[in-house]
């Protein structure tokens, strides 16, 4: 065991004590301590009132459930719809969101599927950019994301204009699937290139912090059809 640690478990446990671990490569401070005779930190939540006691060690109280007036109404259920309604109680102002998913069964059956979908979205959106940007303007706002089960399309705000903007991202979806050989004519020469740069730049980068490698080791150990970045990009 490090000594530093020895010595700080042992004769510095003194609350907003700083210190370093390993070498001082790791820093640490002490934000809270036991007192004289006690075992351990008392942060269970039994008072009301949260932070209420004088070493603001308790956890703060659960809010309670929300009431079933606050939530959702769902007005439509269907196999092909499915339609809510929520009340804007801070502006007062209706807003709608529309999500559109399209289910590709092959999308996530080998690494590079998956890696050619998200280049797909990726060249969609940048297609997308000047419509979607002024629609931004006026409110409205959009994206197109990847999943195993296929694309969704996502546009919502405060707009009458919701169902145009929808049908400009879609048309410009489609347009991909039109010709196996040649990419569309709303694709500008050299975005497939920069995009692509992009893309591979996205995966090099996945993984340099530990909470991002250690969360796709665990999906990885878990899915066998969890494609890691390096399998994308080879």
């Given at each position: 065991?490090?000594?530093?640690?020895?010595?700080?478990?042992?004769?510095?446990?003194?609350?907003d004590?700083?210190?370093t671990?390993e070498?001082?490569?790791?820093?640490?401070?002490?934000?809270?301590?036991?007192?004289?005779?006690?075992?351990?930190?008392?942060?269970?939540?039994?008072?009301?009132?949260?932070?209420a006691?004088?070493?603001?060690?308790?956890?703060?109280s659960?809010?309670?459930?929300?009431?079933?007036?606050?939530?959702?109404?769902?007005?439509?259920?269907?196999?092909f719809?499915?339609?809510?309604h929520?009340?804007?109680?801070k502006?007062?102002?209706?807003?709608?969101?529309?999500r559109?998913?399209?289910?590709?069964?092959?999308?996530?059956?080998?690494?590079k599927?998956r890696?050619?979908?998200?280049?797909?979205a990726?060249?969609?959106?940048d297609?997308c950019t000047?419509?979607?940007?002024?629609?931004?303007?006026?409110?409205?706002?959009?994206?197109?994301?990847?999943?195993?089960?296929?694309?969704?399309?996502?546009?919502?705000?405060y707009?009458?204009?919701?169902?145009?903007?929808t049908?400009?991202?879609?048309?410009?979806?489609?347009?991909?699937?039109?010709?196996?050989?040649?990419?569309?004519?709303?694709?500008?020469?050299?975005?497939?290139?920069?995009?692509?740069?992009?893309?591979?730049?996205?995966?090099?980068?996945?993984?340099?912090?530990?909470?991002?490698?250690?969360?796709?080791?665990?999906?990885?150990?878990?899915?066998k059809d969890?494609?890691s970045?390096?399998?994308k990009?080879?």
């Amino acid at each position: 065991m490090d000594s530093s640690f020895v010595e700080m478990s042992h004769h510095n446990t003194i609350q907003d004590f700083e210190g370093t671990l390993e070498g001082k490569r790791i820093k640490f401070k002490v934000l809270a301590a036991p007192k004289a005779g006690q075992v351990s930190l008392n942060c269970y939540d039994d008072v009301d009132d949260g932070y209420a006691d004088k070493d603001n060690l308790r956890f703060p109280s659960i809010p309670p459930a929300q009431a079933k007036n606050r939530l959702p109404n769902l007005v439509i259920n269907t196999k092909f719809l499915k339609l809510w309604h929520l009340q804007d109680r801070k502006f007062k102002r209706p807003k709608a969101e529309f999500r559109l998913t399209f289910i590709c069964p092959y999308i996530n059956k080998g690494a590079k599927y998956r890696a050619c979908a998200e280049l797909l979205a990726m060249l969609c959106s940048d297609a997308c950019t000047e419509t979607c940007y002024l629609a931004s303007v006026c409110e409205l706002n959009s994206s197109i994301s990847v999943s195993d089960a296929g694309f969704t399309i996502r546009v919502h705000g405060y707009n009458d204009k919701i169902l145009d903007l929808t049908n400009a991202i879609m048309a410009t979806f489609f347009s991909f699937f039109q010709s196996t050989k040649h990419l569309p004519s709303c694709i500008i020469s050299g975005r497939f290139e920069k995009n692509l740069e992009s893309l591979l730049r996205k995966y090099c980068n996945m993984g340099i912090s530990s909470s991002s490698l250690c969360g796709n080791v665990r999906l990885r150990c878990l899915r066998k059809d969890h494609w890691s970045a390096y399998s994308k990009v080879s």
